[in-house]
């Protein structure tokens, strides 16, 4: 597999023009396995001229022809997912089964948008006089720049990239300095698969500049962001400057509401998997436990058994269930959000430590926390981090007053048997998503977004094609 660590514009990988360069680092290990180029302002300005040129004849390319190409990355990202999980392994830390896994994920974004892309449909409207047509048709946006974080380093990518070039936009895409070459194999896939040079721009560098330099460009005409809420307000004070649409997916701290009547030892199992799945690093990870009074012990017990039986290590080891954290910053998190809960009162059931065994690595024990309440930050801020809280609630009520007390809203989740309390919980909860008896929700049919400080628009479905074309009337008197 060829190495891939330079900026990929205008259909070249290219080194940064003053040839300076940030390093990657193996959260598994703290080695430096790789470096990336550190985009500079000139370098920026190739990408974005290269998008603007490329828009003008790719937007101009039929439907057809643009599924044909969506369809051919598909194949080629399904040929490569051993070997590019392989990569994401090494610089994000998650298991090789979860990386694989996240490939074939992506390859459904682009096989999914293949099709969206000869589905983008207007509508002709009858009006007062039959000396009038009216039309509605839609038209891609233009180019657009892309934020991406480094918990899921291809599929977040690969939600914008392929609705994007499906729409007939071009864009440039800057991926988390922690994890980019991932998106870097996802580009080379694109240009084996026929996209056209300059479609698709993949740039590194320090994230400030490069999203200033981006978004302020008079080239780029929507901003799509994934990552924390404090970045997305900035993103959007940058839009506003512009006047420039913006699609944003930021933080979550989902709620999980298991009822007494549910299967409460299954529902634990269930939850305390998902939740430590990519080590809590998950915008949508359930990751606030209310748990029905008479089931909270049964449902307590069997989580923290299940916790304790995780097999932390490298992400490389068949062995490993919960690899290391993709960087330092959110072992201190943790240490902080489980520090704050203790002094307040909370309990730690299980974990609350980094291993013993590991002198390198950002590793951290899978944690369970009780007796937990809203004065504790781990209530209220997203943590990120395999920590989980459980509280106790008494009725539906009751539940969703806590679980809708935060200002997040991107998904939540209900354990229940009876039909009644299924719907019921799921339209209280105030946010984008709900699953119902599972975690795994997000797939690439259906649309992907919250609401409140979870920001807004959707990536996935129909509606996530959406969100890169604008709306065209036209009316003609005949």
């Not at 392929?162 to 991926?175: E, Q, T």
């Not at 307000?233 to 006047?243: P, R, S, T, V, Y």
């Amino acid at each position: 597999m060829a190495i891939l660590n330079e900026l990929y514009i205008d259909g070249c990988w290219v080194p940064a023009s003053d040839g300076a360069r940030m390093e990657i680092i193996d959260p598994a290990d703290e080695q430096v396995v790789d470096s990336v180029p550190i985009a500079t302002e000139a370098d920026l300005d190739r990408a974005l001229d290269a998008a603007e040129r490329a828009w003008r004849s790719w937007r101009e390319v039929d439907a057809w022809s643009r599924s044909a190409v969506l369809r051919r990355i598909a194949v080629l990202l399904r040929e490569r997912a051993p070997s590019i999980a392989e990569v994401l392994t090494e610089e994000q830390g998650k298991t090789l089964g979860e990386s694989r896994g996240e490939i074939l994920a992506s390859a459904d974004q682009f096989d999914w948008y293949a099709d969206e892309a000869r589905r983008i449909y207007g509508r002709v409207v009858d009006g007062h006089s039959r000396k009038v047509r009216m039309l509605v048709m839609r038209q891609p946006v233009g180019p657009v720049a892309a934020f991406t974080p480094w918990n899921f380093p291809a599929l977040l990518p690969a939600r914008k990239i392929a609705a994007a070039i499906a729409a007939g936009c071009s864009m440039v895409l800057k991926p988390a300095e922690e994890a980019p070459r991932t998106a870097m194999h996802l580009a080379q896939a694109c240009h084996d698969a026929g996209l056209p040079a300059g479609v698709l721009n993949v740039v590194t560098g320090v994230p400030a500049m490069v999203s200033a330099h981006l978004i302020r460009s008079d080239i780029i005409r929507k901003v799509s962001f994934t990552g924390s809420v404090p970045v997305g307000k900035i993103i959007l004070d940058l839009c506003a400057e512009g006047i420039k649409p913006a699609s944003m997916e930021l933080g979550g701290h989902s709620p999980v509401l298991v009822f007494a009547n549910s299967d409460v030892e299954h529902a634990a199992e269930i939850c305390a998997r998902g939740k430590f799945r990519n080590n809590g690093q998950v915008c949508i990870a359930a990751s606030r436990f209310y748990v029905q009074e008479s089931a909270a012990e049964r449902f307590t017990a069997r989580f923290v058994d299940v916790a304790r039986g995780l097999h932390i290590g490298n992400g490389r080891d068949p062995e490993t269930d919960v690899g290391p954290l993709s960087n330092l910053r959110r072992i201190e998190a943790a240490e902080s959000l489980v520090f704050d809960a203790i002094e307040k009162g909370a309990t730690v059931a299980c974990g609350g430590a980094r291993p013993e065994g590991f002198p390198k690595g950002f590793y951290y024990l899978p944690t369970v926390i009780s007796g937990v309440d809203t004065t504790m930050r781990l209530m209220t801020e997203e943590p990120f981090c395999p920590v989980a809280p459980i509280a106790t609630f008494t009725d539906l009520d009751d539940a969703l007053a806590q679980a809708n007390a935060t200002p997040y809203g991107l998904a939540g989740y209900v354990f229940a048997e009876d039909t009644r309390t299924m719907f019921l919980a799921s339209e209280g909860l105030d946010v984008g998503m709900v699953g119902v008896n599972q975690l795994v929700i997000a797939t690439a049919e259906l649309p992907f977004g919250g609401v409140r400080h979870s920001g807004f628009g959707r990536e996935g479905g129909s509606e996530g094609i959406e969100a890169y074309t604008v709306t065209k009337y036209i009316n003609l008197r005949l």
